[in-house]
C-alpha cells in the first residue's frame, strides 16, 4: 500500500514468483527476490521474501541481514527462528542457542516455539550434544497424540536424534509415528524406517530397453517377502 499502483503490482508479480519457486528451484526464487528488493528495499514483506530465498540458497549471512531489516521494519518476532537458524548455518550454534533462552522466544506463537526448539536441538547436535538435543525435543508438543502442521518435522527430528545416539529401536518406532502424522510427505520418514529394515529400493526402469527381458522378472521374484508379496512397498505405487 506504500507503494504506487505500477510498482506495487511489479513487485507483487516477483513475490509471486518467489513463492512458487522456492522450493523447486530456489536458485530462481533468490533472483526474482533480488528485483523485488531492487524494486522495494523498505517494504517489509519484500525484505522478509529475500531473506527467505537467500536460506534457501544457503546464503545465510545474507538471509540474517534481510531478516533483520525485516524484523525492524514491524517489530515482529516471528522470524526469530529462522534467524536463529541462519546463526547455525553460519556455523555459530552457540548464538543460536543463546537466542534459544531470550525472553523473544516467549513472545512467539506454539508453531514459533516449536520451531525455536527444532533450531535449538539442531545447535546441540552442531555442538556435538546428542542427548542434549534430544531432551530438548522431549515437550509436550512431541508427547501429544494431536497431529498440528509441525508435528511431522518434530517427531522426525526426535527419532534423527535417537538413532544418532545408537538408540535404533525408539528411532524406529518415532520415524513411524512421524509417518503417521505425515500427510504431505514433508519428510522422508518413510525411506529412513525402509533403511532402518533394510530394505533397498531398485529402479526397475533402467537406463534402456533391457528392462523387457526375462533376467528382470527372476529378479524381480528376489525381492519378495515370505508371504510372496512386495518386499519395497512397492504395491503402493
Known amino acids: 500500500m506504500s507503494l504506487p499502483k505500477t510498482l506495487a503490482e511489479d513487485v507483487a508479480r516477483n513475490l509471486v514468483m518467489v513463492a512458487r519457486l522456492i522450493d523447486e528451484d530456489p536458485e530462481e526464487a533468490y533472483a526474482y527476490s533480488r528485483i523485488a528488493l531492487r524494486l522495494a528495499s ?27 531489516a525485516a524484523r525492524r521494519m514491524t517489530g515482529s518476532v516471528d522470524l526469530w527462528p529462522v534467524m536463529a537458524d541462519c546463526e547455525r548455518g553460519l556455523g555459530r550454534p552457540e548464538r543460536a542457542m543463546a537466542m534459544a533462552g531470550d525472553p523473544e522466544v516467549q513472545k512467539l506463537d506454539k508453531a514459533g516455539q516449536v520451531e525455536m526448539r527444532l533450531v535449538a536441538a539442531g545447535a546441540r547436535r552442531d555442538m556435538g550434544q546428542i542427548d542434549a538435543a534430544i531432551v530438548t525435543l522431549q515437550s509436550p508438543e512431541l508427547a501429544s497424540n494431536s497431529v498440528q502442521p509441525w508435528t ?19 528411532a524406529r518406532e518415532w520415524f513411524g509415528k512421524a509417518l503417521e502424522a505425515d500427510k504431505d510427505g514433508s519428510t522422508d520418514a518413510s525411506d529412513r524406517l525402509a533403511e532402518l529394515d533394510g530394505v533397498e529400493f531398485v529402479d526397475v526402469l533402467g537406463d534402456d530397453d533391457e528392462t523387457d527381458e526375462a533376467p528382470l522378472a527372476e529378479d524381480a521374484s528376489e525381492g519378495r517377502d515370505d508371504q510372496g508379496g512386495p518386499a519395497d512397498g512397492s504395491a503402493k505405487a
Open 42 to 68: 523498505r517494504v517489509a514483506a519484500v525484505r522478509e521474501a529475500a531473506g527467505f530465498a537467500a536460506y534457501a540458497t544457503q546464503k545465510y549471512a545474507e538471509a540474517l541481514a534481510e531478516f533483520r
Open 152 to 170: 511431522p518435522r518434530l517427531r522426525y527430528a526426535y527419532a534423527d536424534a535417537l538413532l544418532e545416539a545408537g538408540r535404533e529401536d525408539e
